[in-house]
């Protein structure tokens, strides 16, 4: 008990001392390091096992850990040598890409991952869907003849052709927008994240394959000459095959290099003549993309609606860049705001002054997120989270990112209306707006895996709003921990928000003349690593709910 009080006692200290910061210093570093629950506790309960999103991926995922243990089972009483070779050649395969990489990522870890810790990394799933597709189908067919009546029915549905396709070609958008180095994105590590889990020659070839025909010419080199380099390691196939492949590379690369295409970046500066010139001189050759981030140093954000989103400012957002104003910057501040919902204060910071953009940190406490996170596995449903329209990246369009994320709405069916109801007490707070039942939408939550985007949008559209039932504003809420990735990106703003797990950000749909607030444009980045868990909290009202203001342009 004292040790809660004195702790009491320092926030109070604090808060008085300094109620608004300079952002030099870091909210979440302010004070203390170790924050105390709001609920007065300080013992933290463990969330559910977050491997378990997507229902399909989730289910390949355990229905193939299934079909190895029965394989296991079988094995020592399979007769015919043909199957039996058939058989040990899939249980080699399973367990080097998924026990042994899990080993691996776990020992960098410093702990021990189950199977479902497949859907967190993009390269499992991957290798996962190679393995449904191009082995099992063959496999199971020779089961079935030499055991008609005895080889059960593992999985549900299989991923198609067109499912891997799609995949491959998001793999190969995760390097191009998140600008990797290609050798290091190979062997697993991603910026300062090393997972120890590669690809191998023949994944890299097809990665190569998949960038030459969305164009992406300098991806494709490199995944061809990262082919090249593991097969002469791992001797998995000649290395000379892969010539006549590179040679092709290049003669598009350098037949197309004037191509005006504002999606596309992936052209290096300069074109390159020869297969041999480029191998020679591959350390000198930089990627348009690569060269517009070192060069410019001033973000374009007009606020105009048609000049809102290109690709170059989408992956310079993503990667954490920030491009407010020092003007801007100078207004922004961090304050503890005590509300009368408790004696703990939220640690508030100010991201964007006009229009409004809060980051609430620490807003949820992890016990909270328990019970949405486990209505979402029990209730989720599939849904499209990626690009749509011209402005998309055509890489990323497809059928299976349907598989990649997963959405719920909390309905009367809940077990706990309690906690949605301090939650939009809590909400209501903090925005200054009513965000009770009856003026909000219902709680939604969502889950995403590695690959999963969500394209540039509005929340509130006049299309289907009217004046008297429109979103007013917006509360996400980070329910969890993504490993890398899954920043939400504000074109307009210059900026991305990091989901900070258990903090929140509000940001106003409407301006105070009841139009959309059109600055607020913005998006999901790709999550690289790891599950994104979001709740959203649309608050809704009228005309009449707006504050009014002498300026017609607010």
Not at 236 to 254: G, Q, R, S
Not at 488 to 509: C, H, K, M, Q, R
Not at 515 to 543: Q, T
């Amino acid at each position: 008990m004292p040790s809660i009080i004195l702790a009491i006692l320092a926030l109070l200290f604090c808060a008085s001392s300094a109620l608004e910061l300079s952002l030099n210093n870091s909210c979440k570093e302010y004070c203390t390091s170790e924050s105390i629950p709001l609920d007065g506790t300080s013992e933290k309960e463990d969330p559910p096992a977050t491997g378990v999103l997507s229902h399909t991926v989730a289910s390949w995922i355990h229905q193939e850990y299934q079909f190895y243990m029965y394989l296991l089972d079988i094995f020592q009483t399979v007769l015919n040598e043909d199957l039996a070779d058939y058989i040990e050649s899939y249980l080699d395969l399973y367990e080097e890409q998924v026990l042994n990489s899990l080993f691996n990522w776990g020992t960098v870890l410093g702990q021990e991952l189950d199977v479902t810790s497949v859907s967190k990394h993009p390269f499992l799933i991957f290798k996962m869907l190679r393995r449904l597709v191009l082995e099992y189908p063959d496999l199971q067919k020779a089961l079935s003849e030499e055991f008609p009546q005895n080889v059960p029915d593992f999985f549900d549905t299989l991923p198609r052709n067109e499912d891997l396709a799609e995949y491959t070609s998001l793999l190969v958008s995760l390097k191009y927008l998140s600008s990797f180095n290609i050798s290091d994105f190979c062997r697993g590590t991603f910026g300062q994240i090393v997972t120890n889990i590669s690809l191998s020659a023949s994944e890299s070839l097809s990665l190569a394959q998949a960038a030459f025909n969305y164009q992406f010419y300098s991806s494709a080199l490199e995944f061809l000459v990262n082919a090249q380099d593991v097969a002469r390691d791992t001797g998995e196939f000649d290395p000379e095959n892969i010539e006549n492949d590179l040679a092709w590379a290049v003669i598009e690369h350098d037949a197309n290099w004037n191509t005006k295409n504002p999606l596309n970046y992936d052209f290096y500066t300069k074109k390159l003549g020869s297969v041999t010139n480029y191998l020679k001189n591959r350390g000198t050759f930089i990627t348009k993309l690569n060269f517009l981030k070192s060069e410019r140093s001033v973000y374009n954000h007009t606020g105009e609606v048609d000049n809102l989103w290109t690709n170059e400012q989408y992956q310079l957002l993503c990667s954490g860049r920030n491009f407010q104003t020092e003007n801007q910057k100078r207004r922004l501040k961090c304050w503890y705001n005590f509300l009368p919902s408790g004696i703990f204060p939220y640690k508030m910071e100010l991201l964007n002054e006009d229009p409004r953009l809060l980051k609430i940190h620490e807003f949820l406490r992890p016990r909270m997120a328990i019970p949405l996170k486990k209505y979402l596995l029990k209730t989720g449903q599939e849904t499209y989270a990626g690009f749509k329209g011209d402005e998309a990246i055509h890489a990323f369009q497809g059928r299976f990112l349907n598989k990649l994320s997963t959405y719920t709405r909390f309905d009367e069916d809940f077990e706990n209306p309690q906690l949605v109801k301090e939650l939009e007490r809590e909400v209501s707070l903090i925005s200054n707006l009513d965000a009770s039942a009856s003026h909000s939408e219902l709680l939604h939550a969502s889950s995403s895996l590695p690959g999963a985007v969500f394209g540039p949008h509005h929340d509130s559209h006049d299309d289907y709003e009217t004046l008297f039932n429109f979103r007013l504003a917006t509360m996400l809420i980070y329910l969890g921990d993504t490993i890398m990735g899954g920043r939400t990106a504000f074109y307009n703003l210059g900026l991305s928000v990091e989901p900070e797990p258990y903090s929140a950000i509000l940001w106003d749909n409407r301006r105070k003349n009841c139009e959309v607030e059109v600055r607020n444009f913005h998006g999901g980045c790709p999550v690289i690593l790891g599950d994104k868990w979001l709740s959203n909290k649309w608050i809704i009202g009228s005309i009449q709910d707006r504050r009014c203001s002498t300026n017609p342009l607010e």
